[in-house]
């Protein structure tokens, strides 16, 4: 149980393009979803705190008006990055939880976004 | 906020070794310490973890260490197989559940 299926896997498209990307729990409701980001070789760095119902939580030094974040039912979080650019190309990444506390986070495959 | 140190950043051992990989953070209010594996391109698997109640837990091959008064945890993997090869991370939060802050990662190589 508690699967997370995130949409699409990889992305390639030109500069200026928005791009969406899905999070998706299956067989959970997920309360929270979060959204971090991972460049090459690098760690995971949140971005942002998605709360069904309300508006996401950004972390410092995330442009919350680039990176629109959308948590409208209990099974779904949305990502789009507007207008994109080459320095956003990287591996995006969500993870779900219930509203049970003290669960781990249930994370999805990872959406590979390259921006030529 | 919390940060939270990992090292060695690579780390190369012979099959049939043991690998240690050390953690610190910075928030006394953390109580959640969980490890996670990922291998290149996928997402980050959670192998084992820990909250601030317990001193040591261990699955087969795998046991994690919390010293809350040093702030520092580790990870510990016996008899290495060079499946175990991959980057893991370990990560902080105030519960599970909550945000985590990652270290920035080790990557183990194992060599048969």
């Known amino acids: 149980g508690a699967v997370v299926s995130q949409h699409p896997s990889r992305v390639i498209c030109k500069s200026g393009t928005s791009v969406k990307i899905e999070c998706r729990s299956l067989?959970?409701?997920?309360?929270?979803m979060f959204w971090y980001r991972q460049f090459p070789k690098k760690s995971l760095m949140l971005m942002a705190t998605s709360n069904e119902g309300s508006k996401a939580t950004y972390e410092q030094g995330v442009e919350k008006d680039k990176f629109l974040i959308n948590h409208a039912s209990l099974t779904l979080s949305t990502l789009t990055v507007t207008s994109a650019h080459p320095e956003d190309s990287s591996f995006y990444i969500c993870?779900?939880?219930?509203?049970?506390?003290?669960?781990?986070?249930?994370f999805g495959d990872g959406t590979r976004l390259s921006i030529l | 906020g919390e940060n939270v140190e990992q090292h060695p950043s690579t780390l190369s051992v012979q099959e049939g070794d043991s690998a240690v990989i050390k953690c610190t953070y910075s928030?006394?209010?953390?109580?959640?310490f969980p490890w996670y594996k990922q291998e290149l391109g996928k997402r980050p698997q959670l192998i084992i973890d820990?909250?601030?109640?317990?001193g040591e837990k261990k699955d087969q091959r795998i046991a994690v260490t919390l010293n809350k008064t040093a702030k520092h945890f580790s990870l510990h993997i016996t008899e290495t197989q060079p499946e175990d090869s991959a980057v893991y991370f370990c990560?902080?939060?105030?519960?599970?559940?909550?945000?985590?802050?990652f270290g920035k990662g080790t990557t183990l190589s194992v060599s048969s």
């Open positions: 990560a902080a939060s105030s519960q599970a559940g909550t945000a985590l802050i």
């Open positions: 993870s779900a939880i219930t509203g049970t506390s003290n669960q781990p986070q249930h």
């Open positions: 928030d006394s209010a953390s109580n959640y």
């Open positions: 067989d959970f409701q997920a309360t929270t």
């Open positions: 820990i909250r601030s109640n317990v």
